[in-house]
């Protein structure tokens, strides 16, 4: 069975056919097992497409030493790879645009995350230091309508917020959150 080679060798002799064939045979096979590297079809087939050209281009470096089909999957998985390693590149140097967007992004995941820290930490408090900071931080009552509403005085208010905050301070610093 040929596996390549001696239809390149025909190409080489001057056959134009024989190149056809090779494609026809081989390049359905070399643009799937790219497709595995880079996972996308055309990219892959961009590939592929570079593979063969080489094949054109660069007629003696295939020495048929080897069987012809592992020189092609070789040079398809070099290219694949060459592929992978540049696109790594393209990741970092982005326009600044996206990189902005991607900025804001995980500022507003940041954000969330740190609110529901701080929801989480405030529901393990107490329930009148709770309510002192809902009072004050959440519906933005002054410590005097915190504390009738919360039929207490204003040194109470004070009290709790403070112990409140100390106890925030400190369960947050546990789960990670540094600031809000």
Request: proline share 1%.
């Amino acid at each position: 069975m040929d596996n390549g080679a001696s239809s390149y060798r025909r190409y080489l002799d001057g056959d134009e056919t024989a190149f056809a064939a090779i494609m026809e045979t081989w390049f359905d096979k070399v643009l799937f097992f790219i497709d595995r590297y880079v996972h996308d079809l055309h990219t892959a087939e961009d590939i592929a497409m570079d593979v063969f050209a080489d094949l054109v281009v660069h007629r003696h470096r295939y020495n048929f030493q080897y069987s012809f089909s592992s020189y092609l999957f070789l040079c398809a998985r070099s290219r694949a790879l060459n592929h992978l390693k540049r696109n790594k590149l393209i990741v970092f140097t982005e326009p600044e645009e996206d990189a902005e967007d991607r900025r804001r992004l995980e500022d507003t995941v940041l954000q969330r995350e740190q609110h529901r820290a701080l929801h989480r930490a405030l529901s393990s408090l107490p329930l009148a230091m709770q309510e002192a900071v809902h009072l004050v931080y959440f519906e933005g009552l002054s410590y005097e309508d915190a504390a009738k509403a919360m039929k207490k005085n204003r040194k109470q208010i004070d009290n709790l917020l403070t112990r409140a905050k100390r106890e925030l301070r400190t369960i947050l610093e546990k789960e990670g959150v540094s600031h809000l």
